[in-house]
């Protein structure tokens, strides 16, 4: 099903200043639509919400700059009350805040894990009340949550992370439920990143000896923007970015156990560059690295920018055309078995 893309059109994006937050925004701020589009930016930095806002606005959108702490409920309600009395209604919502610390399980802190789940999980649980209070009245709105292969998946050393994707996927199939039983219009897609050439392993909290990096292999943060884009515009239950997200949900369910001594084989290296880490560099877990980092990271080169099976999937045909292409291939066959008939 596709909407309307050139109907006027508010955007909450959370996490927008930075990585697929900020290519994502791009890509809405492209998009446009012949009424221009309306951009609401929540984040805690403020020097790159302001280079975000000025992006969408050389590209003919609007944007709302919006500080806010995604762990904080109030924050983030207040945040879309702000947005709907500039603009009026919201029509989608991205749940894309997250961090994470990059260390082993048994030298977690008790305040970092509760951190990470706080921005990761509840961030997108805040975000999703806050959109469904003005969506379900009104009966329309699409909620997007920026999931990871790392839902299905966990891996050594980001524990606390994929714990809080693991309960998101959890949390929104509980809600979609509700929704079909509430024969409500309001959809809600899950998109399942791979790793992503962001800024994030240049302030995330790191107890590893040298410099973490992205799992190969890598996508840039378009491809995931790009899926997130589409799913604003069409139904889909979830969608999987990139071979690697496949790859690991189906192998979590063939063989997990294999998977469990392999990742402890590989993990550990896998997540870190020969470069050694500075443990005193800046990382955001509890305050915003101040500066505008854009969307991308420093894995440019590794990086692709096209993913075949984000092209598949979002080249299907819908269940319309499905059943006009089955009843085509019905009508050839039975033509055909005529024609063979009557050659016999």
Not at 88 to 109: H, I, Q, R, Y
Not at 320 to 332: D, E, H
Request: hydrophobic share 45%; net charge positive; aromatic share 6%.
């Amino acid at each position: 099903m596709n909407d309307n893309a050139d109907a006027p059109r508010v955007v909450v994006v959370s996490g927008a200043t930075a990585g697929v937050g900020r290519a994502t925004v791009r890509a809405f701020a492209a998009q446009g639509g012949t009424h221009g589009i309306r951009i609401g930016l929540l984040a805690r930095g403020r020097e790159g919400l302001a280079a975000t806002r000025a992006e969408v606005e050389a590209a003919g959108g609007e944007a709302l700059e919006l500080p806010t702490d995604i762990a904080n409920a109030a924050q983030v309600d207040a945040a879309a009350a702000a947005i709907e009395r500039r603009w009026g209604a919201l029509d989608v919502w991205v749940n894309n805040a997250m961090t994470s610390v990059f260390s082993p399980v048994a030298e977690l802190l008790p305040e970092e894990i509760e951190r990470v789940t706080q921005v990761t999980y509840l961030g997108t649980v805040y975000g999703t009340m806050a959109a469904l209070r003005r969506m379900l009245p009104r009966g329309r709105g699409v909620i997007i949550q920026v999931g990871s292969a790392l839902a299905y998946r966990g891996i050594p050393l980001q524990a606390a992370y994929c714990g809080a994707k693991h309960a998101i996927q959890g949390f929104t199939e509980s809600l979609r439920s509700e929704l079909l039983h509430d024969h409500s219009p309001v959809r809600i897609t899950v998109v399942q990143m791979p790793a992503l050439n962001t800024p994030q392993f240049d302030w995330v909290k790191s107890r590893l000896p040298r410099r973490a990096q992205p799992v190969p292999p890598i996508f840039q943060p378009e491809v995931a923007a790009a899926a997130i884009l589409f799913a604003a515009n069409h139904r889909r239950r979830q969608i999987f970015v990139g071979g690697s997200t496949v790859a690991a949900v189906q192998g979590n369910k063939l063989m997990p156990g294999w998977l469990d001594h392999y990742l402890g084989r590989t993990g550990y290296d896998a997540q870190q560059t020969d470069e050694p880490e500075d443990p005193n560099r800046p990382n955001n877990l509890w305050q915003p690295v101040e500066g505008d980092r854009g969307a991308h990271g420093r894995f440019d080169p590794q990086a692709s920018a096209s993913s075949p099976e984000l092209w598949i999937s979002t080249h299907r045909p819908s269940g319309r055309q499905w059943i006009t292409a089955g009843a085509a291939v019905a009508g050839a066959a039975a033509l055909l078995a005529i024609g063979l008939k009557r050659a016999a």
